[in-house]
């Protein structure tokens, strides 16, 4: 579509007019599948015609380069999803009506006083000039509307109002004064539209018209036309872009060397200035509009697939927080137009036969570009298939540079310095998920990569000023704008500073690259972030070590970052002598602490303070709700050295009659993720000890008994001698209990149960084999809870062991995760939280493995609100040796349990321990669809702190407590006992009133006595006990009492009718309690509307 009488080429108008060709054998387009070939019989058998050329290619490319027909389905469902729709009448309507109007906009005499004459405008009014105002000499339709390659929930339709010669004059490309003619004329358009609106001009009546930032530049305005009131099912808007004529001014006197903006002392020759490269891409890209349509438009008729490889690379860019489409987010100043002129690049420089490329294929070659340029010292050149090298002064001009032309005039990647190394290794990544995974959809074009999902620890800055985005020359001698000067020191001082700490440093722009405003313009401009992605194993070195004393230019450099007074010269024991960086070491705690911080902390406060000096005190440091904490607490250290000399201690005895085949940990302080480790029974010493689950197994024999229960009295036996041989020959106390023996240690108690394989197999048979065992019974809650302790939570802890020790980071976020779960009243669910955790650590994808227990956090919470909970078992892999035969059974058996019922959430998290979910304890599926929607209020709390418009951290831990029915607040503790939990001292062992035995106690009769009238929660941690009600229980009831349940008995129309009694049961709970309620407050009752 082309608006009449604008000033487009006849070649657009004609191509303008057919309707979209259907490329041919273009997998991956948009295209209609060729219908299938009818069958004909031969003999009595049915037989398919010979597929044909195009169909055989067809199949070879989903072989190849597609990988699977699931992924080349949902590619095709993708584009249809994106693909702009043909027919758009109202929007066609609006732009005829629209070209009239502006050609008769009033000519008028606008004043040298720009400022006073619209106030509402950022100027730079370095040498004021009157502007004649005109209407446009030319309307073009320009960017992706025409080319069918804009978003269908973006529609945009951007229209080239080319100044008229009189209002330029031939220096006016200097000094910003075509900036300030443009930004005024742009102005105008924008009142006089506003006023034909407003006197009853049709097509302007229910429109809205306003001025906008154009990339995020305050001094380089447009006109936006936006329907009033609320968006409609099928949102437009139409952009007024006021440009030069490309004849305007010799191009060359805007080539990258030149320069074009005198400094304000300047004398002297202008061949003697600095170059501004940036100012002149800048001016460059008004008159280049027009050309760059009809660039693309003969691609795309010669390579029909481009159109389709476009969308793709729009939707690959907006996940991955490029782009920024409407609204304030977190973005970089990359267009659509510049992903168009690369995907154009990529279909003209590469071999490929231009009718039977794939849009998919087209979208791997643009992302080879951004993959395999070297960006740092070669320059892509339009239709030239080789990079070329970057002279010396392009090289400190900008960090990217892409040229629209062999010229090399207009560097389309002007604005990309500081973000193109992001760029191109997502495009890294991308390429080698598509080459090496069978189902990569979500990981390229599924998930959106949110910061606070990936990064560890984030810098943000004030917001900056109105210009941050306007190139201005300054003190350095290069015209980068502000933010984009201040995201390129930073990326670059924060990665030397870090060195091997950080895998990778990315920078973000804050704000809205579309700001709009009428009256009043925006006060501020846009802030900044820049996340660091670090290596968990070396975060906490306190030493850095430089280069040697002799190195003179690299001594230099080192004390250039670091500043004099930090760095110190040191020798070492194999004789080097060696500029260094000393950092102090922080006191372990549960939170950092902003007195004596982590060693990152300390790095990135020094670093800010020594090269962004006048913006370190305001720049804030984001590092997750606890800071940066030792994953790997030193107690559970001591614990594996109590344990390994306990295993020895125990293979050393001799009288028992069966030898010990294996010891193992069944205790989550063993895998590292343990909050608050289990006290110990008081001793006759008064030292407190904390308690630690341990298994054991003997060889197996014919002597063990084949009855259960008889086997049990053996175990006993063993363990009574165990106890004697213990006391006797190691002088070890031990005691023994039923079914146990507590073996005493100086810090720590092993709790040794005995494992014998033939007393369940029963059990095991029917929960841990994966083919269908429907047909046995279930085993009792007894022999489930045994089975639980003795064998499947041994092997989950050893599993967890094994990856804390290689990523100990997921020890850290497991522990966090704990933490927050508590907080909704959910504490006990440890085995669930842990599964959770170690699944987002060992199959990460669509992202990167977490390196940050607060990354652990995010990823927990991402995955408990996006995961298909309802259509999909969890399966977590511990060990890598699920085959896919053992996945699929674990999928039937989830299809079988939700026969019954498939609307339900509930969560079925399944391993090779426990493939059908019997052993897992899991939140109640009543609560699911709520811990789900607080998971989604905590990943906004994460993204709100990112954005520094949150308050304190402790906002992701509250929770309401006022949607229960009732609230238990029970006894804490003394107050020394929780001083030295807060210090990090160790949990208080000593509790007032109320043990950690005794809460439990009192939530197993709450649930063994309520359940049926209401659900119970609890927070074991801060002595919280909740009750919520089940309405349906309070229901009349005609017939079964349920349980200890106290009822009234209420007579209507002759028919006894049941309803539970509330205040019975608050005095119940009220004595089930008693002694353990805090004195003041203990029992909170919320009236129940």
């Not at 280049?288 to 690959?316: C, F, G, N, S």
């Not at 990217?400 to 890294?428: C, M, T, V």
Request: proline fraction near 7%; charge should be neutral; glycine fraction near 6%.
């Amino acid at each position: 579509f082309v608006v009449p009488c604008c000033g487009t080429s006849s070649v657009m108008v004609a191509a303008s007019k057919k309707k979209r060709p259907a490329p041919v054998a273009a997998p991956g387009s948009t295209a209609e599948p060729a219908k299938p070939k009818k069958l004909h019989k031969n003999g009595g058998a049915q037989a398919a015609d010979v597929p044909e050329a195009t169909e055989v290619i067809e199949i070879a490319q989903t072989q190849s380069l597609y990988k699977s027909n699931l992924f080349r389905l949902q590619l095709e469902e993708l584009l249809r999803e994106l693909v702009p729709k043909q027919s758009h009448p109202a929007l066609e309507s609006f732009l005829r009506s629209l070209h009239p109007v502006l050609q008769s906009l009033v000519a008028r005499d606008i004043s040298a006083e720009l400022q006073s004459e619209f106030p509402n405008l950022y100027l730079h009014q370095r040498n004021p000039f009157p502007v004649p105002f005109q209407p446009p000499r030319r309307i073009d339709v320009v960017g992706s509307f025409l080319l069918g390659t804009c978003l269908r929930s973006h529609m945009s339709v951007d229209l080239a109002l080319e100044m008229p010669p009189e209002a330029l004059q031939s220096k006016d490309y200097l000094n910003f004064r075509y900036m300030d003619k443009r930004a005024a004329y742009a102005a105008e358009i924008c009142r006089q539209l506003r006023k034909s609106g407003e006197s009853g001009e049709k097509c302007l009546r229910d429109m809205d018209v306003s001025l906008e930032a154009l990339q995020g530049d305050l001094f380089r305005p447009c006109v936006i036309l936006r329907a009033a009131g609320p968006a409609g099912p099928d949102p437009w808007q139409v952009r007024l872009l006021p440009v030069h004529a490309a004849d305007a001014w010799p191009a060359l006197r805007l080539a990258p060397d030149r320069n074009a903006v005198r400094p304000h002392d300047a004398s002297g020759s202008p061949e003697n200035f600095p170059a501004t490269s940036q100012y002149n891409s800048c001016i460059l890209e008004d008159s280049r509009m027009r050309t760059h349509l009809e660039m693309i438009h003969r691609a795309v008729q010669r390579v029909p697939a481009l159109r389709d490889t476009i969308l793709l690379l729009k939707r690959w860019a907006f996940l991955r927080g490029f782009l920024q489409p409407t609204g304030e987010s977190v973005c970089i100043p990359l267009s659509g137009f510049c992903l168009s002129m690369l995907a154009a690049h990529a279909s003209q420089t590469a071999s490929i036969a231009p009718m039977q490329t794939s849009s998919f294929q087209l979208f791997k070659l643009a992302l080879g570009v951004l993959a395999s340029t070297d960006w740092q010292t070669h320059k892509v050149l339009f239709g030239k298939a080789s990079p070329a090298l970057l002279s010396t002064a392009e090289k400190k001009a900008c960090r990217a540079h892409f040229y629209d032309s062999e010229e090399g005039l207009l560097n389309i990647f002007w604005r990309l310095g500081p973000f193109i190394a992001d760029i191109k290794w997502e495009a890294q990544r991308s390429l080698s998920i598509l080459d090496s995974h069978s189902d990569p959809y979500d990981a390229v074009f599924g998930q959106r990569m949110s910061p606070e999902l990936i990064w560890d620890v984030v810098v943000r800055t004030p917001v900056l000023g109105p210009g941050s985005l306007c190139p201005e020359l300054g003190s350095s001698g290069v015209d980068t704008p502000e933010a984009l000067a201040l995201a390129s020191n930073l990326v670059e001082v924060l990665t030397s500073g870090l060195g091997d700490r950080c895998v990778r440093v990315a920078a973000r722009l804050v704000g809205s690259l579309h700001a709009r405003w009428k009256d009043d313009r925006p006060s501020n401009g846009l802030a900044l972030l820049v996340g660091v992605v670090l290596d968990a194993s070396k975060l906490d070195r306190i030493l850095d070590r430089g280069p040697a004393a002799e190195e003179s230019s690299k001594v230099s450099e080192f004390r250039s970052l670091w500043g004099p007074d930090k760095v110190e010269l040191r020798r070492f024991r194999d004789g080097s002598i060696l500029e260094c960086v000393a950092w102090t070491k922080p006191p372990r705690s549960q939170v950092e602490s902003g007195k004596s911080p982590a060693v990152v902390t300390q790095i990135l406060k020094h670093l800010l303070a020594r090269h962004a000096r006048d913006l370190s005190a305001r720049c804030s440091i984001v590092s997750g709700p606890v800071g940066f904490i030792g994953n790997l607490g030193e107690k559970e250290r001591r614990l594996w050295i109590a344990f390994e000399v306990f295993q020895t201690h125990l293979r050393q005895l001799s009288s028992l009659p069966l030898t010990i085949k294996d010891i193992n940990a069944a205790d989550t302080s063993f895998s590292y993720t343990c909050v608050s480790p289990q006290p110990a029974p008081m001793a006759t010493d008064g030292v407190a000890r904390t308690l630690h689950s341990v298994t054991m197994e003997f060889e197996s024999s014919g002597r063990w008994p084949s009855d259960p229960e008889a086997a049990r009295k053996v175990c006993l036996a063993l363990l009574l001698q165990m106890r004697q041989e213990l006391q006797t020959d190691l002088a070890i106390e031990a005691e023994v209990s039923d079914g146990f023996i507590d073996v005493r240690y100086p810090e720590f108690v092993f709790r040794v149960r005995i494992f014998h394989q033939y007393e369940m197999t029963a059990t095991a048979q029917r929960v841990t084999n994966f083919q269908d065992q429907t047909a046995i019974p279930m085993p009792s809650s007894e022999n489930l809870e045994r089975f639980r302790m003795l064998w499947w939570r041994p092997r989950v802890c050893a599993a967890l062991h094994g990856h804390v020790l290689q990523q100990p980071a997921l020890a850290g976020a497991a522990r966090l995760c704990k933490q927050w779960l508590a907080s909704q009243m959910l504490s006990g669910l440890d085995d669930f939280v842990e599964h959770l955790v170690a699944f987002a650590f060992l199959s990460p994808m669509p992202f990167e493995t977490p390196t940050s227990p607060q990354i652990g956090l995010s990823r927990f919470l991402w995955l408990l609100e996006s995961f298909d909970w309802q259509h999909e078992p969890l399966v977590v892999d511990f060990d890598g040796k699920l085959t896919e035969e053992e996945r699929l059974s674990i999928r039937q058996s989830f299809e079988r349990s939700r026969a019954g019922d498939a609307r339900a959430i509930s969560f079925r998290i399944c391993s090779r321990f426990d493939p059908h979910s019997f052993l897992l304890e899991t939140p109640p599926a009543t609560v699911s669809a709520w811990l789900i929607r607080r998971a989604r209020q905590a990943l906004a709390v994460f993204r709100k702190q990112l954005l520094g418009s949150a308050g304190p951290w402790s906002e992701l831990f509250a929770l309401d407590t006022s949607i229960f029915d009732l609230t238990l607040r029970l006894k804490r503790g003394s107050r020394e006992g929780r001083e030295a939990k807060r210090s990090g001292r160790g949990a208080p062992q000593t509790l007032v009133g109320a043990t950690r035995e005794a809460a439990l106690t009192l939530v197993d009769k709450l649930r063994m006595h309520l359940s049926p009238v209401c659900l119970v929660f609890h927070d074991i941690d801060n002595g919280l006990v909740a009750l919520k009600w089940r309405p349906g229980a309070f229901l009349p009831q005609q017939h079964a009492l349920m349980g200890a349940v106290p009822h009234t008995l209420l007579q209507a129309q002759r028919i006894p009718l049941h309803v539970p009694n509330i205040l019975c049961l608050t005095s119940m709970i009220a004595s089930l309690a008693e002694g353990m309620l805090e004195s003041d407050g203990g029992l909170v009752i919320e009236t129940v509307e």
